[in-house]
């Protein structure tokens, strides 16, 4: 008879509820006994009330991911906001120029490029899915011990399982704050996910079914706090102005909020019995919206990694099996965490040379084929 292995998965987020239906449902997850532990209550998701502000661009291929384990059908019903199409420009040009980024989900033979989606709407389609698996889920507990065959620290930026482990990250803090609120536009949005460089930062303005845009808005802690403290008559034309009237005049119309932003990577995901994965392992900037996609795809290698384990009669905990894991996802994380991190300084640069460069490569790359689709195909996750 097989051995049985522990696997704790300790974070209750998108990413750790991933991981832990992906488990449950491989070919080999009898040899598993599979914990799910979370510090906080158990997440409901209110589908007739307020659209909560931590909302996630889901790209298509995480979306499929999701389906695959039978999540997805209770999202898509419920509240995901599909975007259709996606317009980045300079705060010098106008969005419908040249030098402007644009994409459309037809000319990818797509029917969205995506999907916004409330983060809590997501757990909660999962939770369905694990109560109904051989999955023993633990809310309101703090995990003191790491004791288990495998640990998987799915806990966030704060990671309690990499600090426990001595895993040290790599920080680089932007000073900036990610303000969030939703408004409502004087223009229909039309589906499309917009986003505009200023100085003060990247504005970006997402689609949501009842009309209005949740809105993303990465500047200096200083305007952050003057942001927050404006009323709403005050905020509505603040961010109208950083728009620069793309959707007419914005109207507040939701709760508003900030987090501090600062880019994270573990100088190692794997140790004997512990893989981290999510913002355990890296944190990105949102402003290509790509954090919850890359804790997805995390989640995947990890399971795909331990289900071929397992079939090859090895402990899913040893080291080797782990740095599999590893290899695959952390030189990937890491490009698109720093290609994020030189993105959001080269347009917050002052600098007339380097503002006309940065247009004329947006304008080449627009024009570039083969290079162009490579991208676009990696932002959907196909």
């Not at 992906?22 to 979370?38: G, H, K, N």
């Not at 997805?72 to 019903?77: A, F, I, P, S, T």
């Not at 995990?143 to 998987?152: E, G, P, R, T, Y």
């Not at 006309?356 to 195909?377: C, T």
Request: hydrophobic content about 45%; proline content about 4%.
């Amino acid at each position: 008879m097989n051995k049985r292995y522990d696997v704790l998965i300790v974070g209750a987020g998108v990413t750790g509820l991933t991981v832990a239906a992906l488990l449950a449902q491989c070919e080999y997850s009898s040899q598993l006994r599979l914990t799910v532990v979370d510090a906080a209550p158990r997440p409901v998701h209110d589908p007739d009330g307020e659209v909560a502000l931590r909302v996630s661009a889901i790209a298509t291929g995480s979306a499929e991911l999701l389906d695959s384990v039978g999540a997805w059908q209770y999202v898509g019903e419920t509240r995901a906001s599909a975007y259709e199409a996606m317009r980045v420009w300079d705060e010098s040009i106008e969005p419908d120029s040249g030098g402007a980024l644009s994409f459309d989900a037809a000319e990818f033979g797509v029917p969205q490029l995506g999907f916004i989606v409330e983060n809590v709407l997501v757990q909660q389609a999962l939770l369905a899915v694990l109560d109904k698996l051989d999955v023993t889920l633990k809310f309101n507990t703090r995990v003191d011990s790491l004791k288990a065959d495998l640990v998987i620290g799915a806990d966030g930026a704060r990671s309690f399982v990499r600090d426990k482990v001595g895993i040290k990250t790599q920080d680089f803090p932007y000073g900036q704050t990610a303000f969030v609120t939703h408004l409502k536009p004087e223009k229909p949005h039309g589906r499309t996910a917009l986003q505009r460089f200023t100085q003060d930062g990247p504005l970006g303005m997402l689609p949501l079914n009842d009309g209005r845009v949740s809105v993303v808005w990465s500047i200096h802690d200083v305007l952050a706090e003057r942001v927050q403290a404006a009323n709403d008559e005050e905020l509505g034309e603040i961010l109208s102005a950083a728009s620069d009237y793309a959707l007419g005049n914005l109207e507040v119309a939701g709760p508003r909020g900030g987090f501090p932003l600062c880019a994270r990577h573990a100088t190692q995901y794997v140790m004997p019995g512990v893989a981290l994965i999510g913002d355990a392992a890296h944190a990105v900037h949102p402003l290509a919206g790509q954090g919850a996609n890359l804790g997805l795809q995390d989640a995947a290698e990890l399971a795909d990694v331990i289900n071929t384990a397992l079939g090859d009669a090895e402990h899913p905990g040893d080291k080797p099996v782990l740095r599999r894991y590893e290899r695959a996802r952390k030189g990937e994380n890491a490009t698109m965490l720093h290609f994020m991190t030189g993105l959001n300084k080269l347009f917050a640069t002052d600098s007339a040379l380097v503002r006309e460069l940065r247009i004329n490569g947006m304008r080449l790359f627009n024009y570039s084929g083969p290079i162009r689709d490579h991208a676009v195909k990696v932002a959907l996750g196909i």
